[in-house]
């Protein structure tokens, strides 16, 4: 019987050690992120036969399971009929969610006709050269510099890295930006993963930069190396109130922080058109492609 667990922050090397097997380049294989959003996707975990598994519940929807991770060679061969067997059993089909190109065309090679896979483009990470991030060049980001320029003629700012000086006075100032906000179910979920990711800053051995503008924080980003050549922004907050912060944010942070990779992942844009425009007017250097997998029971048909 397998028994799915609560995830915790002493699983941390763990998932570590699953996750750091190869190099990854989507944002979901970041224990940070599994941590952070844990409660909202109630997220729980197994081992079986040697290959961590991840279950969502999303909302109470139907369960779903991130393509199983091993530390040498996937064997999807067996584990993932022993996983849908496990989902069947509870009247549920077996959903793949966030499998990568590599791993779609590994599990078809493995399980040939059992997995019907579709692209899931509003799961689709946006990777960018962090070169252009920071140095903004040429006029794709002409109007990016623009936002920049007007912003340090307008407001006298300075930049600090995130630390134990200024963590909690982060975590008031998004508490309040989140009071003044409609949004249901969504709020609260963010408003419980940055607390999670500020109030475990150090546990998780993440990086963060901070704005400030008259000496009160008007901006915060945090994020760590998915890989040894990419890094991922798990958050990113500005006031708006101040036209340009968060184009300053993303290219301060960038600079201080993210100058030793050669690329960035800022994530997914869950399928709203105003992040989607925004993600795209950075002018990505590739898309980290994402599945969602269909698997089918014998009898069932695709």
Not at 100 to 121: C, G, H, W
Not at 142 to 159: D, G, L, T
Not at 161 to 186: A, F, H, V
Request: net charge neutral; charged share 25%.
């Amino acid at each position: 019987m397998i028994a799915f667990k609560d995830i915790e922050l002493s699983d941390k090397p763990l998932f570590d050690s699953y996750f750091q097997a190869k190099a990854f380049e989507n944002s979901e294989f970041s224990f940070t992120n599994i941590f952070i959003w844990r409660l909202a996707y109630r997220f729980k975990y197994a081992i079986i036969e040697g290959h961590l598994c991840i279950i969502e519940n999303f909302r109470d929807l139907y369960p779903s399971i991130f393509p199983p991770l091993s530390l040498k060679t996937a064997d999807y061969a067996t584990v993932l009929p022993i996983l849908a067997d496990y989902i069947h059993r509870q009247a549920y089909p077996l959903i793949l969610k966030s499998v990568t190109e590599k791993q779609k065309q590994e599990i078809e090679s493995a399980l040939p006709n059992k997995v019907l896979f579709r692209e899931d483009r509003n799961n689709n990470d946006y990777v960018y050269l962090s070169q252009d991030l920071i140095e903004l060049k040429g006029k794709n980001f002409r109007q990016k510099r623009n936002h920049i320029n007007k912003f340090m003629k307008s407001y006298p700012f300075e930049y600090e890295e995130m630390s134990d000086s200024n963590l909690q006075e982060c975590l008031k100032t998004e508490l309040k930006w989140i009071s003044d906000r409609d949004g249901g179910k969504s709020v609260l979920e963010e408003k419980q993963a940055i607390g999670e990711i500020i109030n475990n800053f150090h546990k998780l051995n993440i990086i963060g930069g901070v704005i400030r503008i008259n000496g009160i924080v008007q901006a915060f980003s945090i994020g760590e190396k998915l890989n040894p050549d990419m890094a991922v922004i798990h958050i990113e907050k500005a006031n708006t109130e101040y036209d340009g912060s968060f184009t300053v944010i993303n290219q301060t942070f960038a600079s201080k922080a993210w100058s030793d990779v050669t690329y960035i992942n800022r994530e997914e844009d869950m399928g709203i058109a105003g992040l989607r425009k925004a993600k795209l007017s950075y002018n990505p250097v590739k898309m980290v492609k994402k599945y969602t997998g269909f698997y089918s029971m014998e009898g069932e048909k695709l």
